[in-house]
């Protein structure tokens, strides 16, 4: 029933900056916790970043000071800032709901970090 589709991904060098987003099919954004995940190859997803419907929002030590969570719950759209970025931030980017079981993921927007 609900559909996440996020955008915004691509190849950039060290240092560089991307936005993403993630719109939703329904008004989720204003009734539940959601937030940001990575996977990087080989590895498992991660949540890096989430936000409440009031503001309140929570970074894993890897991104924080780095990347910035933001929505707007009107438009059903969330966005991840991402500055100074690192080769280690290379990984496919998903969006979700946290604390509630995930809906059905997207197919995630890839983030390249090299020289």
């Known amino acids: 029933q609900v559909q996440l589709v996020e955008s915004g991904g691509g190849l950039v060098q060290p240092g560089g900056s991307l936005r993403l987003s993630c719109a939703a099919s329904?008004?989720?954004?204003?009734?539940?916790?959601m937030g940001w995940y990575r996977q990087a190859p080989g590895k498992q997803r991660e949540l890096i970043a989430h936000?409440?419907?009031?503001?309140?929002?929570y970074y894993a030590d890897s991104v924080k000071g780095r990347f910035t969570i933001s929505r707007d719950n009107a438009k059903n759209t969330m966005y991840l800032q991402m500055n100074s970025l690192k080769p280690e931030d290379t990984a496919v980017y998903y969006c979700?709901?946290?604390?509630?079981?995930?809906?059905?993921w997207g197919q995630g927007t890839q983030v390249t970090v090299s020289s």
């Open positions: 936000s409440s419907s009031g503001g309140s929002t």
């Open positions: 979700n709901r946290v604390y509630f079981a995930p809906f059905d």
């Open positions: 329904g008004s989720i954004f204003s009734r539940y916790v």
